[in-house]
């Protein structure tokens, strides 16, 4: 362990251990330049010169046509006419690819195409002029296979730039005046038409109805109010509305997000960059192996039939195809792969790291309860620590005062306010003196049992408690959480499934807020109280195991996303400095889509290494088949166009969807046999709350132990079930995303609540609870059956909602 850094140990039964073996950081590519539609065919050019893809599509067509009009004429019995046609398409394909391996020698890259020009030159040479004409349909319509493939897997990528605006409508006083979008300035008002893209980041002036999913891939549209931010590339969904810009658009989310597109279409992956190399070899190699193949047959038709089926198209189509497919996946789902060397490392990672922060958690304080004394009410105590906390600019206040308008509260306005650093705000409302902040600020000095206890009960269970005194006498206390994300633990059970074996987070919190989170999500390790020097001790501690992936969504994590193998960044809220170090960014604010991220390059990176396996074993079968003459040129040459085709054809299964297999029927069977039986475990739950205090403190135990078991053994597994298996299914059949986050935030409240409760039963006496340990008890035991029992009744309404459907 490394020293100063407090590490909560989490690794329970099965948890594997760390891999071994490292792997080295690819370069990372660099982003440049503002958005811009790109010239027409810009996105289809391949590897093999300046021709757009409609070109490509012409010379095919020319090819065949040509080819089928020399075997017309053989067929009528013009042989010699048949031949001039076929050598015809042949001498022009050999110029064409001649032309392309002068443009890669003078770049200094070794070409494959020299295989090509020697073919046709060979095929031209012994007369196989209809061996020619079949090679120059094979160059012509592989090219032109590829081109289609690269435009449909970068079809998700290059629709972002395609879409980024290049004007905007300014409003000056009643005027509306259609300006380049450069041209706005933070703080002019524009207008957003209907359908139209919003071009700058700002903040409504108007109520706003948006389509999110080209960011967020969320397919559902949300409603946006005054004074919300919103973010440029959003799509408005419904009628006009009026926004205030607060950044230039260079600075804003789509031109950073077209910014990353470009750096991801223009990099290159390891696996392609292997293809490269291995040009250097084979092109000699196969001029060598039909040297040969000639010789010890004395034909030259041998040699050239060998050249005729050498082409290594399989290792140089299949990488690129696959992994630009897998990036428009990404993309599709809002996670933008900055690069195809990023997507084929993350496909082999084998530890993921987590800020907790904004990543684990929803990064915003929520309200979780109200504590009173006798002396006032949670109403009263919530309208006057609101009514006061207006006037404060802490992060803390915000929840309260939000608390208190979410309850329909007509709030008061402060007067004699004092903000005092470190401890609280003072003031007055009507006639009363108050003060909310620090226990002891709050009570003027004196802080009362309930408050102590509370205040480390809040402690133990990583939360915060802000304390109301009216008067000088500690009246409320208010009960503080960063929640855990709904999809929080789904993420790290999705992230295992897809073969990460750890999963640990590394945070600046105390360490019981990390044991807090680290527990209600099922983390393997929990590394607590670090700065952003000592991350960066973890992320290369853990390098040394094997490939490593931070998520982060923070300036503070900006240097350990740059030391991990893979950095992904939390880029939904405009996280900049950590967005531009990272390798990835998630675009939609859901943690889950980490392990979707995963789970995509993984089978991208398995379906290229297939490609390129198969294909140049058909390949290296074909060129033995032709040494030792069973494959005439013309032959051979058909032969490699099927291969071709082949191997394109699979690496595009990296740019398709998986469906979801099955229906929800069986499902629903499943968890409604499940429910039933966990009915008397949980009305159990209750009656142990309503006990305690009635029975023996040893039968206390034993009943509290009851409920451990119930909760750790029946409860959490049958929730991760309906993660891993029912919800992909609700939301394919067509449930709201909306509702299934409830749903999850729910099963996180669950697993906190059990985490607490085992805790709590830790620390009981052998001999039974104590008073004070079965006050502590009470209310975790009555909220862990309330949210059971409405999370059932919702689960199964839903259900029948989509079966009905």
């Known amino acids: ?384 620590a609101a009514s006061l906390e207006q006037a404060s600019t802490h992060p803390l206040a915000r929840p309260i005062v939000e608390a208190a308008r979410d309850a329909g509260e007509a709030l008061a306005l402060p007067r004699s306010v004092r903000e005092e650093p470190g401890q609280g705000i003072c003031g007055r409302i009507g006639d009363q003196t108050l003060r909310v902040g620090r226990a002891v600020y709050a009570g003027a000095g004196s802080v009362p049992q309930w408050a102590d206890e509370l205040r480390q009960s809040a402690a133990r269970e990583g939360q915060v408690a802000v304390f109301l005194g009216v008067g000088g006498e500690l009246r409320a206390a208010f009960v503080l959480e960063d929640p855990v994300r709904p999809d929080a633990r789904l993420a790290v059970e999705r992230l295992r499934r897809s073969g990460i074996r750890r999963v640990v987070m590394v945070t600046g919190d105390q360490t019981a807020a990390a044991r807090q989170v680290s527990s209600a999500t099922g983390l393997d390790d929990a590394y607590a109280e670090c700065t952003p020097e000592r991350k960066l001790e973890v992320v290369e501690a853990e390098r040394r195991h094997g490939t490593v992936v931070m998520v982060g969504d923070g300036i503070n994590d900006a240097p350990a996303l740059a030391a991990a193998d893979v950095g992904v960044a939390m880029g939904a809220r405009g996280a900049t400095a950590s967005s531009e170090v990272a390798d ?48 005439v040129p013309a032959v051979g040459a058909a032969l490699q166009e099927v291969i071709d085709a082949a191997v394109i054809l699979n690496a595009l299964r990296a740019a398709r969807e998986h469906r979801a297999a099955g229906g929800p029927a069986s499902q629903w069977r499943s968890t409604l046999r499940e429910h039933r039986g966990m009915r008397a475990g949980t009305r159990a739950l209750i009656e142990v709350a309503d006990t305690l205090g009635e029975i023996p403190p040893a039968a206390a135990r034993r009943r509290l132990e009851e409920a451990r078991r119930f909760l750790c053994d029946e409860v959490l597994p049958h929730e991760r079930r309906e993660e891993e298996l029912m919800y992909p299914l609700l939301l394919h059949y067509g449930l709201g995303g909306g509702e299934l986050a409830a749903a999850r935030r729910q099963h996180a409240e669950i697993a906190r609540d059990t985490a607490t409760l085992v805790r709590l039963l830790d620390d009981v006496a052998p001999n039974g609870p104590t008073p004070s340990d079965q006050a502590a008890f009470r209310p975790v035991l009555q909220r862990l059956h309330a949210v059971l029992v409405a999370h059932r009744a919702a689960e199964e309404e839903r259900l029948g909602q989509v079966i009905e459907a």
């Open 584 to 631: 990835a960014v998630l675009m939609a604010d859901r943690i889950e889509r980490v392990g979707e991220a995963v789970e995509i390059a993984r089978r991208s990176r398995a379906i290229a290494v297939q490609s390129m396996a198969a294909g140049m074993a058909l390949s290296a079968g074909a060129m033995v088949l032709a040494g030792i003459g069973l494959l």
């Open 1 to 384: 362990m490394w020293r100063g850094i407090p590490r909560v140990s989490l690794r329970g039964p099965g948890a594997s251990p760390a891999p071994d073996g490292r792997e080295r950081r690819p370069a990372r590519g660099g982003a440049a330049g503002s958005p811009r539609r790109p010239a027409s065919g810009e996105a289809a050019r391949s590897r093999h010169g300046p021709l757009p893809g409609r070109a490509m599509d012409a010379a095919v067509v020319v090819a065949a046509v040509a080819m089928a009009a020399g075997g017309g004429l053989r067929w009528a019995g013009l042989t010699s006419a048949a031949g001039w046609v076929w050598g015809a398409v042949t001498a022009v394909a050999l110029v064409l690819s001649g032309a392309d391996l002068v443009r890669h020698v003078a770049r200094g890259h070794v070409s494959v195409d020299a295989v090509a020009v020697l073919a046709l030159a060979g095929a031209l040479a012994i007369g196989e002029t209809l061996a020619g004409s079949v090679i120059a349909l094979m160059l012509a319509s592989g090219r032109a296979l590829e081109a289609r493939a690269s435009r449909r897997a970068r079809r998700e990528l290059s629709s972002l730039i395609n879409r980024a605006p290049v004007t905007a409508r300014r409003l000056a006083g009643a005027a509306v005046t259609t300006v380049d979008v450069d041209a706005i300035r933070p703080g002019d008002v524009i207008l957003v038409a209907p359908s139209e893209v919003v071009p700058l980041d700002g903040n409504l002036v108007d109520p706003a109805f948006l389509d999110e999913s080209p960011l967020t891939g969320e397919a559902v549209p949300v409603q946006r109010l005054p004074g919300d931010a919103v973010r440029s590339g959003v799509l408005n969904g419904g009628g006009a509305f009026r926004m205030r810009a607060s950044a230039l658009a260079s600075e804003g989310t789509y031109a950073q997000l077209v910014r990353l597109v470009r750096a991801a279409e223009q990099s290159r992956a390891p696996l392609v960059r292997m293809a490269d190399r291995f040009a250097v070899w084979f092109v000699p190699v196969t001029v060598a192996l039909a040297a040969v193949a000639g010789i010890a047959a004395h034909s030259l038709t041998r040699a050239v039939a060998v050249l005729v089926v050498a082409t290594p198209c399989p290792l140089i189509l299949a990488a690129p195809i696959a992994l630009v497919g897998g990036m428009s996946r990404c993309a599709r789902r809002g996670v933008v792969v900055k690069s195809g060397s990023a997507l084929e490392v993350l496909g082999r990672a084998r530890t993921v790291l987590f800020d907790k922060t904004g990543t684990l958690t929803e990064g915003r304080p929520t309200l979780r309860r109200v504590a009173t004394s006798e002396r006032i009410s949670s109403a009263d105590a919530l309208w006057f």
